[in-house]
C-alpha cells in the first residue's frame, strides 16, 4: 500500500499524469527514512532534511510535521515487514510544460512508499565492498535530496560496470565529497575521519549517527575537508547510509583499501551501531 495525494491504495493502482513536474523536470525532492521495529527513525531529522530540500527548491511543505507523521504510520502500518524504509517524494505538481514555476501554483504530488529494509548480508560485512573513484560533476546544491538524480545514476553506475558498489566522489580531483548514494568516512592512524556537511554533499542522518557514536565511545575524528590522497592512502573507508548501515570498502579503484579487510575501526563501528539499533533505534 502506497500513499499518494491523500489516498492509500495498492501501488499497482497509482498513477500520475505525465505532465507532472517531477517527470517532465525532475521538479522535486525524496526523502528515505528507515523503520526499525515498526517505527520511523529519526524521524524529525529526516522531516527536518525534508523542509531544507523544500526550502531550497522554493516549494511549500504540503504537511505539517504532525500531518507527515499520521500518513508515514499508516503507510507502515500497511506494510508487513517490521524493519521498512519509507520513500517520501514531492514534485511541483502537474502544469503545462515551461520551465518557470507554475503561476498560480499548481498542488504538488504527494507520493509515499515503504518496502522492506534487509540488514546488510553477512559475507559484505565480511568481506567489504568494493568501490572506484571519479569526478564529483553535480551542481552546487547537494545539500537538496533532489529527484533529479541522473548525476548520481550515471556515477553510480560506473561502479557497477566494474563490478563494483559505490562510486566515491572527489571534487576538482582535489577532495572527497561523498558517494553516488551515501556518505564516505576515512580513517588514518586510528582517527575517523569526516567531510564537512555543506553544499557539496547530502548532510546524512546516519553520519550524524556515526559521529554521535564516535563521540560517545571516545572515538578519535575529525571533521574536515579529505584530500584525494587522503582517500587513496587511507587505512580504511566507510560508507553509510539509511539502507545499507556502515559497511567497510576494502578494494579502491582495483587496489586494496590498507590491508584490504575491514579493519578496526569498521568491527568498532559496526558492533556499536547494531548495539545502537538494538538499544536505542528499537526501544520503544
Ligand atoms: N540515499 N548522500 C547521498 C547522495 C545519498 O543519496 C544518501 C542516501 C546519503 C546518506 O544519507 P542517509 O544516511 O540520510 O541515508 C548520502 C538514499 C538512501 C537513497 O537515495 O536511496
Known amino acids: 500500500m502506497i500513499y499518494l495525494n491523500g489516498q492509500y ?46 526550502d531550497g527548491i522554493r516549494l511549500a511543505n504540503p504537511h505539517s510535521d504532525e500531518e507527515w507523521a499520521g500518513i508515514l504510520d499508516k503507510v507502515i502500518a500497511e506494510n508487513e515487514a517490521q524493519d521498512q524504509y519509507l520513500y ?69 553506475q560506473m561502479a557497477i560496470d566494474e563490478g563494483c558498489a559505490e562510486t566515491i566522489l572527489i571534487r576538482n580531483k582535489e577532495f572527497l565529497t561523498e558517494g553516488a548514494a551515501s556518505n564516505i568516512f576515512a580513517v588514518k592512524e586510528g582517527m575517523l575521519l569526516a567531510p564537512p556537511k555543506d553544499n557539496l554533499m547530502l548532510p546524512g542522518i546516519t553520519y550524524d549517527v556515526i559521529l554521535e557514536i564516535a563521540g560517545a565511545n571516545g572515538i578519535p575524528f575529525e571533521v574536515r575537508r579529505i584530500s584525494l590522497a587522503e582517500v587513496l592512502h587511507a587505512d580504511e573507508l566507510l560508507l553509510t547510509s539509511s539502507t545499507r548501515e556502515v559497511l567497510a570498502i576494502t578494494k579502491l579503484d582495483g587496489k586494496p583499501v590498507g590491508a584490504g579487510l575491514p579493519g578496526p575501526m569498521f568491527r568498532r563501528m559496526h558492533a556499536l551501531y547494531q548495539e545502537f539499533k538494538h538499544n536505542v533505534m528499537r526501544a520503544k
Not at 495498492?10 to 500520475?16: C, D, G, M
Open 9 to 54: 491504495m495498492p501501488i499497482e493502482e497509482a498513477r500520475v499524469p505525465v505532465l507532472d513536474r517531477g517527470f517532465i523536470f525532475g521538479d522535486g525532492v525524496y526523502e528515505v527514512i528507515p523503520v526499525y521495529s515498526g517505527r520511523a527513525f529519526r524521524l524529525e531529522e529526516h522531516l527536518r532534511r525534508l523542509k531544507h530540500s523544500l
Open 88 to 156: 517520501l517524494h514531492i514534485t511541483r505538481g502537474v502544469a503545462k510544460r515551461d520551465h518557470a514555476f507554475p503561476n498560480p501554483p499548481v498542488p504538488p504530488t504527494v507520493f509515499v512508499m515503504s518496502n522492506p529494509l534487509p540488514t546488510p548480508p553477512d559475507h559484505l560485512l565480511a568481506s567489504g565492498i568494493s568501490a572506484v573513484t571519479a569526478e564529483d560533476n553535480r551542481w552546487l546544491r547537494c545539500d537538496i535530496k533532489a529527484i533529479s538524480l541522473l548525476p548520481n545514476v550515471l556515477l553510480r
